[in-house]
């Protein structure tokens, strides 16, 4: 297929395996949003994942046709082919833009329902907000909205009556801490609420970090395709070799 042949099939073979990785990305976006959607309540923050994921998909399905062109070299297969990869390239951009935008948006939006969740905290028998909060709280080593006395403020500690949080607040390496409020070095001293924020946009990062490498992969696969496109147009003997004619 030529030496220009040869530099675009190694392009493809890069693209498909960012592809994968952009769909690696896009899947652990939605694994991980799980655990802190109830601290989120805006289901258009994972547009950003739903795109990638459909163009890394995407390319998978065109890789046919990527490397089809590739060993022919046909002008039109690598002309589509070019074409495909602006669209997709675009949709990167877009993808970033809309990361940025939701990424400036976490902390409002945490803010609004995060005292919500913590009011409706049912200790006894958990329910999928109670169970989140306990993930939140010993994952992220934290306790309470801005520290361990939010909890006084909640419907479950009034309730309770015994002057203690849940047990997910207690420090990991204590085994006898039964989350009194006597004891309020046992609890871990750090509120949740920043560090939902930090993390849900850590989470964000990662997709708008994952779009820009791409993007530029892609500016690579769309220039080998285009190198490749300007050595036939202007060698008409290296397009005779490639049909197999004679030039004389």
């Given at each position: ?25 896009g899947a652990y976006v939605f694994i991980t949003y ?215």
């Amino acid at each position: 297929a030529g030496r220009g042949g040869l530099v675009l099939t190694r392009c493809w073979c890069v693209l498909q395996a960012a592809a994968g990785i952009l769909c690696y990305v896009g899947a652990y976006v939605f694994i991980t949003y799980d655990d802190y959607d109830h601290f989120f309540e805006d289901v258009y923050t994972l547009i950003p994942a739903v795109i990638i994921i459909a163009v890394g998909t995407l390319l998978f399905i065109i890789g046919l046709i990527g490397c089809c062109a590739t060993i022919r070299e046909s002008r039109c297969g690598l002309a589509t082919f070019v074409i495909i990869l602006l669209l997709v390239f675009i949709t990167e951009v877009v993808v970033v833009v809309l990361g940025y935008i939701y990424r400036a948006k976490v902390e409002d939006e945490v803010d609004h329902s995060i005292r919500k969740v913590y009011n409706g905290y049912n200790g006894t028998n958990p329910d999928a907000a109670s169970r989140a909060i306990d993930y939140v709280q010993r994952q992220l080593r934290c306790c309470g909205i801005h520290n361990y006395s939010d909890w006084e403020n909640t419907v479950w500690f009034k309730q309770t009556k015994n002057n203690s949080v849940p047990l997910s607040c207690c420090k990991a390496a204590l085994s006898n801490c039964t989350g009194s409020l006597t004891h309020p070095m046992d609890l871990y001293s750090e509120g949740c609420e920043a560090l939902v924020v930090k993390k849900l946009q850590e989470i964000m990062m990662y997709v708008i970090w994952a779009a820009l490498a791409f993007a530029a992969i892609q500016l690579l696969g769309m220039l080998c395709a285009c190198i490749v496109l300007c050595r036939r147009s202007r060698d008409p003997a290296y397009e005779l070799l490639i049909t197999g004619g004679t030039y004389a």
